[in-house]
């Protein structure tokens, strides 16, 4: 009974704090989650008494032994990057490894008692009890930082540096027996792992804001070219509509001159005429109108003159109003983005198809929708589908993520049966005041 409360007091905390940054980010319910851990801590259990019961020497074997499997069920459980999940895995098993450290000394040295018994376990708990509400804090915001961070090389090795510090204190303080951790040279080592661990994570938090600022400004960097490279679009349509105004009224003061000289001479018949052929000669081409905000029409035309002209099947339905309650930048990226995405998955293919189309709910939710014929999974959609389950996962579609976050929201890209569907989900909270 005793190693089973002691098993209990050092491992379900930190199962506790393992998970609670990733509570949202579970691959199965919360329910089904809370029932592996419990098998696994369960089956250690087992384990732990038998060895015990039998007079084997090997509690601490076994607790090596299932570290590994919590490591596997973590894993299944969460849905997270593996090199990011693995950095914070670490980072509580270091946080164990310090509370179990500390709680050990303290069982030998102040009550005379054995690491592996009631009292080692009570240690234990308390210790956990007094840290827990300040370590879940900062394992939070460090699971945050992490998972929001994107850089695959950083987190391909980055892992190593807190991995290499605890395999070095447990090569030298890692017997648990009274003797030894009654000793000022083993609390010493783990006191230098505790400083090592927080120098690690507190270097590394600054290195991550470093880095997602510098990723927020080339993002911003772009949005603005993006927006930029709209706006000339529609400064170079207002020269055109200029210029044919201008020939229009020439050639209007051309007609009327024409008009004037049959009505001078009187010649109905030929005015008749001249009046049928030039009804024959206007044009009934008209520019599209697809969305009743003229900015955002402005960037369909522009996509939907392209598209059409490569022979893509174009639908459009575009149900938003004139004024949008998001910053119209913000929409145009987002479209700008998806229309992007579907224009080179179209290209090549035979019978291509896009189909466009936005809808606002109630007051403020919008939502865009681009869908594509794909009669085979690229890379890039295989990518963006793993973006749309972890959005920390890829630089590609960041700025729809972004944006996406900023204002509530969701995005979904998923390939199925020869079709590629993308959408995002934009709810602003209406209390709060919009900046473009």
């Known amino acids: 009974m005793q190693l089973a409360f002691y098993i209990l007091c050092t491992a379900l905390p930190v199962h506790l704090l393992a998970y609670y940054p990733f509570l949202h980010k579970l ?30 020497p090997a509690v601490r074997v076994v607790e090596f032994l299932f570290a590994p499997v919590s490591m596997a069920v973590y894993f299944f459980n969460v849905k997270v990057g593996f090199s990011k999940l693995l950095f914070t895995y670490i980072f509580a098993m270091d946080y164990l490894m310090i509370v179990k450290g500390l709680g050990s000394f303290a069982a030998a040295h102040f009550f005379h008692q054995e690491p592996y ?5 009570f240690c234990c708990l308390v210790l956990h009890l007094a840290f827990m509400p300040l370590m879940m804090s900062f394992f939070r915001r460090t699971a945050q930082k992490v998972y929001e961070t994107e850089a695959p090389i950083l987190w391909h090795t980055i892992w190593l540096i807190p991995a290499l510090t605890s395999m070095i204190v447990l090569l030298f303080t890692g017997a648990f027996n009274k003797q030894y951790v009654d000793s000022w040279l083993f609390l010493l080592a783990r006191v230098i792992l505790l400083v090592c661990i927080f120098v690690v994570y507190f270097v590394l938090l600054h290195s991550l804001e470093g880095l997602r600022h510098q990723a927020a400004l080339k993002e911003q960097i772009r949005q603005r070219e993006q927006i930029l490279t709209f706006q000339r679009t529609q400064y170079a349509h207002l020269q055109e509509y200029v210029e044919e105004l201008r020939q229009s009224r020439r050639n209007l003061r051309q007609h009327l001159e024409k008009i004037q000289g049959c009505l001078n001479s009187g010649d109905k018949e030929a005015l008749q005429h001249y009046l049928a052929d030039y009804a024959s000669s206007l044009s009934q081409q008209e520019d599209a109108l697809y969305c009743k905000n003229d900015t955002i029409n402005t960037l369909l035309q522009y996509y939907a003159q392209h598209m059409l002209e490569a022979g893509i099947d174009l639908e459009v339905q575009m149900n938003l109003p004139d004024v949008l309650p998001v910053p119209e930048q913000d929409v145009c990226v987002l479209l700008g983005n998806l229309l992007e995405n579907a224009w080179e998955s179209c290209s090549g293919q035979k019978e291509p198809y896009i189909r466009i189309a936005a809808e606002l709910t109630g007051t403020a939710a919008i939502t865009l929708i681009v869908d594509n014929t794909a009669p085979i999974r690229s890379q890039r959609q295989q990518k963006l589908e793993q973006i749309s389950e972890d959005p920390g996962s890829g630089i590609d579609a960041l700025s729809i993520t972004e944006i996406a976050a900023r204002y509530n929201g969701t995005i979904r890209f998923q390939w199925d049966n020869g079709m590629f569907y993308a959408s995002v989900f934009l709810n602003p909270q209406p209390a709060e005041p919009l900046t473009a």
């Not at 319910?29 to 809370?34: E, K, N």
């Not at 250690?44 to 084997?56: D, K, M, R, T």
């Not at 018994?117 to 376990?121: D, F, N, R």
């Open 27 to 56: 691959r199965t319910s919360q329910r089904t989650a809370v029932l592996l851990v419990a098998l696994n801590i369960i089956a250690e259990l087992g384990c732990v008494s038998l060895v015990a019961e039998n007079g084997i």
């Open 117 to 121: 018994s009631w009292t080692g376990g």
